[in-house]
Nanobody
Framework: QVQLAESGGALVHTGDSLRLSCAAS????????MAWFRQAPGKEREFVAG????????NYLDAVKGRFAISRDTAKNTVYLQMNSLNPEDTADYYC????????????????????WGRGTQVTVAW
């Protein structure tokens, strides 16, 4: 069973950049479709970005396309979320998730499909 631990959350200001990390322990990330989700106060958890098992396919929430980038380092067994041009609407708790799959390229956006979750890291974007 993979275990996930997020880090990198912080209080930043509009226009700033931030990089979140998700360190995985256990099986190699090459066995998983990985994703970042976020949950703002009073809102449902939403898919932000995902990367397929091969590492060659990615998918993004429309609101973050062109600003956020998901990547992974298989040597470090770590997934990253680079966030640029942050705005207050990005304020949320950010969660890393893993879904074991045989599919090389599939990326699922449904939270219920992911079986491993980290505890989250808080991102606050102030004006």
């Amino acid at each position: 069973q993979v275990q996930l631990a997020e880090s990198g959350g912080a209080l930043v200001h509009t226009g700033d950049s931030l990089r979140l990390s998700c360190a995985a322990s256990g099986p190699p990330l090459g066995n998983f479709n990985m994703a970042w989700f976020r949950q703002a106060p009073g809102k449902e958890r939403e898919f932000v970005a995902g990367i397929g098992r091969s590492g060659t396919t990615t998918n993004y929430l429309d609101a973050v396309k062109g600003r956020f980038a998901i990547s992974r380092d298989t040597a470090k067994n770590t997934v990253y979320l680079q966030m640029n041009s942050l705005n207050p609407e990005d304020t949320a708790d950010y969660y890393c998730a893993a879904r074991r799959t045989f599919s090389t390229f599939e990326i699922t956006t449904t939270p219920a499909a992911y079986t491993a979750w980290g505890r989250g890291t808080q991102v606050t974007v102030a004006w």
